[in-house]
Each structure stands twice: as C-alpha cells, then as structure tokens.
C-alpha cells in the first residue's frame, strides 16, 4: 500500500467522499481513510434532503427564492449566533453543489421544506426517498470510477505535525497495524460526536441521559486529533436534537413527515405547538407533555405521498386505525382527538392557525385511516465544533490557519449557530467538502 499522497481524507462520510472526489478531479493523489467498512457514516442517516436556494429544480417547479433569503432564514434558525461568512459560503455555492451532485448521479429533483425555512428548498430523490444513501451511493460509485484509494477499516489516530505544518496521518487498521501515510494536505472529516454520550455530556451537561440517532463510529475522533494540533473549537455546547425520534429507539422519523403534514399531539390527544416551528423549539415542548413525548398523526395520503412514512408504517413504528381505533391505542379521548383533527383542518381551510399559529399548514389529515408514531427528543447533531474559515483551512488557537489541514463537515463549527435547519447538514457537508478538497489540492502543489 502508498504510503504518501498529496491528500489524505479522513472520513468517509458525505464530506470526506465529496472532499475526496474534489481533491481528485483538481489532479491530486488522495487517500481516503475510514475507520468503519462501511460508508457514508451519520450521512447515511440523512433523510430529508438538501437545502439549495435558485436551483434550477426550483425554476422547474415555479418555487420562488434567493440565496438572500435562505440567508436569513439560516441566520434566523441559528438564532444569528452562525458565522456569517460561513453562511454566505453556504448560500451561494448551494445551487452549484445540486448540479455538482447531479452530475455525479445523486437524484436531488423533488423539494419540500423543513421547519423554519419560507420557501421549498429541501432538495431530495424522486418519490421522497432519503437523500443521505442516495448521495452516498452517487458519491461511492464515481469515488470507484475515478479509482480513488479508499482504505476501509483504517483509523486515523493523530495528525502528523512539523514544525507549523501538517505532513501526515498516523493510521491503525482493524487488526491492530498502525502505519504513517505522509501527505502535503488533510482534510479531517470525521463528522461529530453525538453517539459519544460521554462528550457531549461534557460540553452540554444538560443533555446527560440522551439518547442519540447517531452512527456509533460518530464519536468526534476528529476534534480530538485537530485539538492536539492546536486547533480551535466553537460552539461545543451547541447540540441539537431532533425533537422526532421513535419512543425509546434510536430511529429519527424525519421533519419531511410533518413537511408533508403531520401534526403533533400529547397523549390528551391535544396539539400543544406549531409542529414546523425550529427543532429546539419543538424538542423543548415535547419534553414538557405529560411522560416526556408526543404522538407524530399522519394520515393515509402522507403515507403513500412519502416513501419514508411508508417505510416507518413497514417498520413497525406506527399504530395505525380509524381515528377512534387511534386514539384508543394511544390512550387518548377518541372525542378530544377527534376535536383535535376538526380544529387544525379548519386552520388549514382557512389558512389561519390561531391556535398555534402555525405558518405553513400542507395539508388538512382526512380519510378513514390514522397513524401515529410515538417520539420524543435525542442529540442527533453537534452544531459545534473545528473552527474554520471560507476556505475550509482549520484555524489554530492563535487564529491563523494551520497549514495543510482542512475540515469539513459535521467536524466543523459556525455554519449552523445555534439551532441547525433542517436539511442544511448536506448542504454543509457537500459545499465545504467540495471548498476542501479544491483548496487542499491547491495548496499540495505548492508544497515542495
Ligand atoms: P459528515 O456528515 O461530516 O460527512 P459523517 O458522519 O457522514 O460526517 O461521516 C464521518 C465518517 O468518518 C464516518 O464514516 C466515520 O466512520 C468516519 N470516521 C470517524 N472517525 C474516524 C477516524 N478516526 N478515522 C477514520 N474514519 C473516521
């Protein structure tokens, strides 16, 4: 096996394979290193789909909007603690990453939207599938095309330092071998540590007892290594979790079900918030109904419109019946349920929540036949972390760049301040990996 290479990635998940894919076409030697033998890591988990603002996918579908205003609403979301710079990075090379994508054989040609963002920007696969394997899947493929060095079952386990510069990994394999790959650049991009209980108690005690939808390998191998490095941190303590996850379980049932429609009810068979409102918000009011959760209600139209409520029902996650049968199952008044139903339709006929205020209301839940999932909140995001500037080089504690080392990805800090929009993690992902692997390629040139 190589050991040297202009570029070495670490991470094999949406960021590192775009990053590796980048890196490649710019004309360097990559090597990609992942610790798992699988894939796409939390990438993999993604379901709702893209945000993108003046797409031509957009134009096709009459969806008016701007970067501006995908500006704004992520501004907003992340309650203005987001790197600017970051975010205008993020907004305006949005559109040019759907098509990058595209090209590379991801299918991102349906929108929806997710909760606080004012126009349909979350681009996804045909018929709603997640987003998450098909781009992986896009992305391992055109990695194999371009023969790329993919070495699975190999853990990067610190960054090689000389003097102010990075010149390589320190690699164990499964087996227990450990190697040194000698590169001009790297780029980390290890994802973040929501499946690491231990860390993310440390920097938000708040959340000790979560649980996670992460992928176990997410356990913020990279912050660690970037950190001995001299690397800076940001936002450690902002972690999101996603207010929707199964009862219990670790499987998150995705924002696009209440995009399509779905409301929230407490087990009084009340709703108790406006259900598209930012995941923080929605997270915090789930916790305060009675035994901590909430039951998601969809109707038969939402579950064949979407196939990823197809596939909850198929998975078992759901009850499912007439309203009454509903309501018996999830111990509620079949009258307050009913109730309920009627109120929020009538919201949606006359456009006016005035109970919640609900500002997009899809569609009203009609028919013979209900389900309802039971979910509750866990980590599922860590908005903090390696702090880097446009070019995706890492700042030092010293706030210069430390030479040859990059970062994209969940690994990273800033873009999503504190609260992240829904579907604006592929964006980051895809957009800063691209940003990467260009520039790492870039700089191992002029390396002698
Ligand atoms: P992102 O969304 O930022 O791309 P993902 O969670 O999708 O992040 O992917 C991160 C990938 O990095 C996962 O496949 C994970 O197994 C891999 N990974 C994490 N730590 C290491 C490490 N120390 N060495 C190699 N690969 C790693």
């Known amino acids: 096996l190589p050991k040297e290479a202009d570029v070495v990635v670490i991470g094999a998940g949406g960021a590192g394979l775009t990053s590796a894919i980048a890196a490649h076409e710019k004309g360097a030697k990559v090597i990609l290193v992942e610790k798992t033998e699988l894939l796409g890591g939390n990438t993999n988990y993604a379901t709702a789909g893209l945000n993108a603002a003046g797409t031509k996918v957009q134009e096709k579908f009459g969806e008016k909007d701007s970067p501006e205003l995908f500006y704004e609403d992520t501004m907003k979301g992340g309650k203005n603690k987001n790197n600017k710079e970051l ?91 450990e190697y040194t790959i000698k590169a001009k650049a790297v780029i980390v991009a290890t994802g973040g540590f929501g499946a690491n209980a231990k860390m993310v108690e440390k920097y938000n005690p708040k959340l000790k007892g979560f649980g996670s939808t992460n992928n176990p390998a997410i356990v913020g191998d ?53 259900e598209l409102e930012t995941r923080d918000v929605v997270s915090k009011a789930i916790l305060e109904q009675k035994g901590k ?49 009627n109120k929020y ?24 036949k209900y389900y309802a999932i039971e979910v509750s909140p866990a980590v599922h995001h860590t908005m903090g972390g390696v702090r880097i500037n446009t070019n995706a080089e890492v700042i030092g504690k010293n706030g210069r760049p430390i030479k040859g080392l990059y970062a994209a990805g969940e690994v990273t800090g800033g873009i999503h301040g504190a609260n992240r929009i829904g579907g604006n993690a592929v964006a980051d992902i895809t957009i800063f990996g691209k940003i990467a692997g260009e520039n790492a390629a870039i700089f191992s040139k002029s390396v002698k």
């Open 87 to 177: 975010v205008r990075v993020l907004v305006n090379n949005s559109s040019a990453i759907v098509d990058w994508l595209t090209e590379r054989g991801a299918d991102l040609s349906e929108i929806t939207s997710t909760g606080g963002q004012s126009a349909k920007r979350t681009h996804r696969p045909t018929g709603g599938a997640a987003v998450g394997p098909n781009i992986v899947a896009a992305l391992s493929k055109t990695a194999e095309n371009e023969k790329i060095d993919i070495r699975k079952g190999t853990k990067a386990i610190e960054l090689v330092k000389a003097k102010d510069r990075i010149v390589g990994v320190k690699v164990r394999e499964t087996d227990g071998k």
């Open 222 to 274: 990279g912050i660690v290594m970037v950190e001995k490095v001299g690397g800076a941190l940001v936002d450690m303590n902002e972690i999101q979790t996603h207010p929707t996850v199964v009862h219990n379980k670790t499987n998150m049932i995705t924002e696009a079900v209440r995009g399509e429609g779905a409301i929230l009810v407490n087990k009084d068979g009340k709703r108790f918030i406006d």
């Open 293 to 341: 959760s909430a039951f998601l209600i969809f109707d038969e139209g939402i579950r064949t419109k979407l196939k990823a409520a197809d596939g909850y029902v198929k998975k078992g996650f759901a009850v499912e019946g007439t309203l009454e049968e509903i309501a018996a199952k999830i111990g509620a008044d079949a009258k307050t349920l009913e109730a309920t139903l």
């Open 345 to 368: 339709n009538e919201a949606v006929k006359n456009k006016v929540d005035s109970e919640f205020n609900k500002k997009t209301l899809p569609k009203e839940l009609t028919g013979t």
